[in-house]
């Protein structure tokens, strides 16, 4: 098996008269990476702190929990060199899609949000154990849990231009927003909105009306409502769902109707930041090919099978 001589930091086959000790190794890996200035130089140190656990997890367990800590580390790092995404652009769109070509999309998203949440990241290392190294899933999951605590505080998350665009056209205009306030609409730009004090729920929705509800509870009844009220003035609609919803009893009839699931996370503007998960349109109108058409940019549309 492999480890990595700390004079050169090359990969090199195992020899016990090396004496080579995992955590000289990783501070070793450690410091080589902080020189790094490129995505390619960081994932080839990556490789060798996984030659390291690769010969752990076949011997013994002590000193995984330092391997792991230096690999969540560097991926930090890497999060770091990447970038923020392009906020409100699908990610295979990124600049950095060619440039980085060896760092696969899921991977690009989880090393930018531990590189926004490294106190997360610190966390769970600090709380890891030679028996439970702290993991990449576990970093993610812990980062998704706090993201999730923050979002159901707040309810304002607001759809990039993107996206609203791209409704505008299929619809051919926004006449009602009815979950919105007036820092969205500037995005939205419909000729009519509810907000927190108008009570949409208990007002009509007529004409073309794109609707990204309430984070939480309050999603369901909106979308209640909309089902409710499509066939008495509602030309067409959009809504914009979390697509961790598909399972309950409220999302079923929407099923019925065009669909369109992201292939990415969304970069929500407002207080509630970026999404945790992927996303879902759904097209209620006369003309789900011109939808198709245009939200295939976005990912798989799909309809249910008759």
Request: hydrophobic share 35%; proline share 5%.
């Amino acid at each position: 098996m492999s480890l990595v001589d700390t004079a050169t930091g090359e990969v090199v086959a195992y020899d016990q008269n090396k004496g080579l000790a995992v955590y000289e190794q990783c501070e070793t890996i450690e410091r080589w990476a902080a020189e790094c200035d490129s995505v390619p130089e960081l994932r080839d140190a990556g490789n060798k702190l996984a030659a390291i656990d690769e010969y752990l997890s076949k011997t013994s367990t002590e000193g995984r929990a330092r391997v792991a800590a230096a690999q969540r580390r560097l991926e930090v790092r890497v999060g770091v060199l990447l970038g923020p995404a392009e906020v409100g652009r699908p990610v295979r769109e990124n600049v950095d899609r060619d440039r980085h070509s060896d760092v696969s999309r899921d991977q690009r998203a989880d090393f930018r949000r531990m590189a926004e949440h490294p106190d997360i990241v610190d966390e769970v290392i600090a709380k890891s154990t030679d028996e439970e190294p702290a993991s990449r899933r576990k970093v993610t999951d812990a980062i998704r849990k706090r993201s999730i605590i923050q979002s159901s505080e707040s309810n304002e998350w607001y759809t990039p231009s993107v996206y609203i665009e791209a409704a505008r056209t299929v619809m051919g205009g926004i006449d009602l927003d009815p979950a919105s306030c007036e820092e969205a609409n500037r995005v939205v730009r419909a000729e009519r909105y509810y907000c927190d004090a108008d009570d949409g729920l208990s007002k009509p929705w007529p004409g073309r009306v794109w609707l990204n509800p309430p984070y939480g509870r309050l999603g369901a009844v909106f979308i209640s409502r909309l089902l409710e009220v499509f066939d008495d003035g509602t030309e067409a609609a959009i809504c914009l769902l979390n697509a961790h919803c598909t399972d309950t009893k409220w999302f079923q009839p929407l099923w019925n109707e065009t669909l369109c699931f992201t292939d990415h996370r969304i970069d929500f503007a407002g207080s509630g930041g970026g999404s945790t998960h992927g996303s879902v349109f759904a097209y209620l109108g006369p003309d789900p090919t011109t939808f198709a058409r245009h939200f295939a940019e976005f990912g798989p549309v799909v309809k249910r099978w008759p």
